[in-house]
Every structure is written in structure tokens, then in C-alpha cells.
């Protein structure tokens, strides 16, 4: 089977299930900022899960990645799976007795010493999400997508479910007079934020039951040897994941400690976090295709003319990732709806953000050399690089310019991150990449952006009109450049209908 179609489908089916999974959960988005019409409320969400971010990262410790590497190279799979699932489970329950102890004293140090229960119930998610990162790795191992697309599914079902049930139809009952007496128990009006995290809470908890009876009937078998090949081999990677995630969460949590005292931080980080979920567009497209590309690149290597493949799949990747940096940038108007017009006044932010994503997403395919040579170390350098210019920006101009300064650290950051993957793995792993393509679709996409923005149009209709002309030019431009692509998509469009 032709490798391209093979990547394709694996992502066409995490895409359509992460497709599906993102718009159910994204529906909490416009849910969220309209139940909070204080954004700071909101903004409690956006900070706390900030921390979540990171500590995940601790608490999986590179081990996914791990697990693929190992089980690719391992004569026994299932001896790799049981001694990572092992060890999760081990520090997780360690972390479990941590949060119960220490969870007071955590909430004091960041500043909700009167919102104590969320730093716990947030702790105990982070446990039990950490405990099923590998039975997740496994599915995608044995290239189980449609069971993994299920599973995801089911967890993001049983969140909205909740939040539903504690933020909308608990209080309309009350609302409405259906006094029953356990409403009344179990549903307090000062604890409305408090409920976002029981809800992720019931969902991480029903989560891990699906998977308890594959992990009972598993041959558990710990070696002790593996696993400290594993941990040498996924440190640095524990290391890249914090400070890959510096540049994606830490400006929720320097808006609250760098903004002017007369500034409303947590309304600021509301507005922001919301506007910042608008992009979620590029963030899923990411986030399906490394699902998919992960394995994949990990199954390729040793195939003949496997650098060339992955020159193209980088070179289609741009190409999609610039199609929806300017759908949603052309679009704004429209898509500045999907929140509640309280958080409107952020949307400035979203061109940024979603080219800081793209950016990303680039890295993503450029950190492939690394992974393969088992250079990990240089994963943690290049994001500890990134994670210095972040914060650097966040430090120094959020004073001045507020959360518009925290959008253009995360795209400065991940540019940095893409050319310097890029110089140093010339030399580790050359790959062919044809750098003059993919920087004239992202210049030609931004170039195309900034022109929509030179005319200030009080016509919608004329406005709409133009940035659709704008889009069609990228798109008749994409189409003659890449003749091939179009033919081989017309081509097997033939054949299915065939």
C-alpha cells in the first residue's frame, strides 16, 4: 500500500473522530463564555488548567513516545507495554497520595487559598489521565484508530454530559422551582467553576474503567533493565514536553503575575483563553496528523526513500495548515461568534495564534530526525530555546501591550524553534525539504491575509466577497503549482465512484 495513502487514512479516520471530539468538546467554548459572562471566572478555568498542562507532562514523563520507539525495535511488545503501563501507574498512585496530602498548601502558594477542592479534584484528573496514556498509545500501536476514536469520544461525552447537567440543567430546575431535595444536596451556586473540574473529573474516572478490564487481562511483566532504556531514552523528552509546553500555557499564568495591578488579570486570561480556542481549527488538524504521523514515521525508516517522503508529507502539511490559517483569518467575523460577545473584544489575537500553530506544527514534522537517531536531547534543547523566548516576551512586554504580547511570543518562539531543527538536522538527517515551496505558500497566505486588512470595508457583503476572492486566488495558485496531487485526488475519486 502506497505509504501516503496509508498515512492518509490513518489520519483521515483520528481526524474524523478528533474532528468529531473537538466540536463536542469545543461546544463548551460558547458554552462556557456565555454561562461566565464574567470572563474572570473563565479565567479561573484558563489559569488552572495552565498548571494541568504541565503537570501532565511530569506525570507521563515522554513515556508514549517512548512506548512506540521500544516496541518498534523490541522483539516482545507486550513485555514494553506492561513495563510502561507499570511504572505510570506507579508514580500516578504515588501522585494520588501527594495532591491528598499537599493539596491545602499547593492552592495557598498560587493564589486560591479560598478554592482549595479545585487544586485537588485537578490533581486527581491529572492521576488518572496519566494512568491511561499508554492503554491510549497502545490502540494507536496496534493501529486500533476507530477503538481509540470510541474511547475519546466516550470521555468527552461523559465531561459535557456533566457540565451540562451541573452548569445548565441543575440550575434551571432550581431556577424553575423543582425544589428537590437532592438538588439541593448536591448543587452549590458559589462552586459554579468548581463544577468544570468535577465534570473532567467523572469523565477521567469512567475513562479508566473502560480500559480496566484489558489492563486485568494483560501478562503483566515488569523489566527493570527496559525500563531504564526507556527512561534514558523519553528524559529528554519529559524535558522538550515542559518546555514545549512553556510556550503554550505559560502566558495564562504571567498575565496574572505581569499585567498592571489597576488590569483585571483574570478577566484579561478569560478573554485570551477564549479567543485562543477559536484556533482550535489548526490545533486539531495538528493534533490528527501527528496521531497518525508519529507511527508512521517511526514504521517508514527503514524503507528505501524515506526521506523524500518525508519532504512531501511537510510540503502537503503547509499546504493544509495555510488553508486554515486563512478560512478562519478571512473568516473572523463569522467565527468571532462561536464566544459570547463579552470575550470580542480578544479576537485580534487569532491570526497570530493560528500562525503560531502552523508554526508548530512544522517543528512538529522537522522534530522527526531527532526521534529517529534517538537525539532527544536535542527535542529538549530546541524547547527549552523556545520556552526562553517566550518568556523572555511575555516578561517584558506584557506590561505594555497585554495578552497581544503573549499571541506574538508563541509564534516568534515556534519560528525559532523551525529554523534552528532545521540548520542542525541538515547535518544529523538530511532531509530534502524544499524550503523555497513551503515558505512561499506561508508568505503568499500571509501576504493574502494582509491584504484583506487593507480595506476597511462597513460592507459585509462586499467584505465577504473580497476575502473569498482572496482565498480562491490561494487555492487556484495550490492547484496549478501542485498538478499531481489534484489528478492523483481526481483519480481516486473516480474509483470510488466506481
Do not use: C
Not at 471530539?21 to 470572563?39: E, G, I
Not at 469512567?206 to 478490564?213: D, R, V
Not at 501576504?447 to 457583503?461: A, E, K, R, T
Amino acid at each position: 500500500m502506497n505509504p501516503l495513502k496509508q498515512l492518509a487514512g490513518q489520519t483521515a479516520i483520528y481526524g474524523l473522530s478528533s474532528v468529531i471530539a473537538r466540536v463536542l468538546n469545543f461546544l463548551l467554548v460558547p458554552f462556557y463564555t456565555r454561562v461566565f459572562t464574567d470572563p474572570a471566572e473563565y479565567g479561573v478555568v484558563n489559569e488552572l488548567y495552565a498548571y494541568f498542562a504541565f503537570l501532565i507532562i511530569i506525570l507521563t514523563y515522554g513515556m508514549e513516545t517512548a512506548f512506540f520507539r521500544f516496541s518498534s525495535k523490541h522483539k516482545n511488545s507486550d513485555v514494553v507495554f506492561s513495563t510502561s503501563l507499570i511504572s505510570l501507574f506507579s508514580t500516578s498512585g504515588l501522585f494520588i497520595i501527594l495532591i491528598l496530602v499537599f493539596y491545602p498548601f499547593l492552592a495557598s502558594i498560587i493564589g486560591y487559598e479560598q478554592n482549595r477542592t479545585f487544586i485537588l479534584l485537578l490533581g486527581l484528573v491529572l492521576a488518572f489521565d496519566a494512568m491511561v496514556a499508554i492503554p491510549f498509545a497502545r490502540l494507536r500501536y496496534m493501529n486500533k484508530a476507530l477503538n481509540f476514536a470510541l474511547i475519546k469520544l466516550f470521555n468527552i461525552s461523559v465531561n459535557i454530559f456533566f457540565n451540562l447537567l451541573f452548569l445548565f440543567i441543575i440550575p434551571f430546575m432550581l431556577k424553575e422551582g423543582y425544589n428537590i431535595y437532592l438538588l439541593e444536596r448536591i448543587y452549590n451556586e458559589d462552586f459554579r467553576v468548581g463544577y468544570v473540574f468535577v465534570s473532567n473529573l467523572l469523565a477521567s474516572i469512567f475513562t479508566l474503567g473502560w480500559f480496566l478490564k484489558d489492563i486485568a487481562g494483560a501478562r503483566l511483566k515488569f523489566s527493570a533493565r527496559l525500563l531504564k532504556s526507556m527512561l534514558h531514552y523519553s528524559f529528554p523528552l519529559l524535558v522538550a514536553g515542559l518546555a514545549g509546553t512553556v510556550n503554550e500555557v505559560i502566558d495564562r499564568i504571567m498575565l496574572k503575575f505581569r499585567l498592571p495591578a489597576e488590569i483585571e488579570a483574570l478577566e484579561q486570561i478569560g478573554i485570551y483563553g477564549a479567543n485562543v480556542k477559536i484556533a482550535v481549527f489548526m490545533t486539531l488538524f495538528i493534533q490528527m496528523f501527528r496521531y497518525a504521523s508519529e507511527p508512521f514515521f517511526f514504521s517508514q525508516e527503514k524503507n528505501k526513500g524515506s526521506t523524500g517522503l518525508y519532504a512531501r508529507v511537510l510540503e502537503y502539511f503547509t499546504i493544509a495548515g495555510v488553508i486554515i490559517f486563512l478560512v478562519i483569518s478571512l473568516y473572523l467575523d463569522i467565527f468571532k461568534h462561536i464566544i459570547g460577545s463579552d470575550y470580542h473584544e480578544g479576537v485580534r489575537v487569532v491570526p497570530v495564534i493560528l500562525m503560531g500553530n502552523l508554526m508548530l506544527g512544522i517543528y512538529f514534522n522537522l522534530s522527526v530526525w531527532y526521534k529517529l537517531k534517538e537525539l532527544t536531547i536535542f527535542g529538549a534543547i530546541f524547547a527549552s530555546i523556545g520556552a526562553v523566548v517566550t518568556i523572555g516576551i511575555n516578561y517584558f512586554f506584557i506590561p505594555v501591550y497585554g495578552y497581544m504580547a503573549s499571541a506574538w511570543g508563541h509564534l516568534l518562539s515556534y519560528s525559532i524553534m523551525v529554523i534552528i531543527s532545521y540548520l542542525i538536522g541538515r547535518h544529523y538527517y538530511p532531509v530534502p525539504y524544499n524550503v523555497k515551496k513551503i515558505l512561499f505558500y506561508i508568505f503568499l497566505g500571509i501576504g493574502l491575509y494582509i491584504l484583506s486588512g487593507m480595506w476597511q470595508m462597513d460592507n459585509d457583503l462586499f467584505r465577504f466577497s473580497l476575502n473569498t476572492l482572496l482565498f480562491l486566488i490561494f487555492a487556484i495558485v495550490v492547484i496549478i503549482r501542485e498538478r499531481s496531487i489534484v489528478k492523483e485526488i481526481i483519480k481516486i475519486s473516480r474509483k470510488q465512484k466506481s
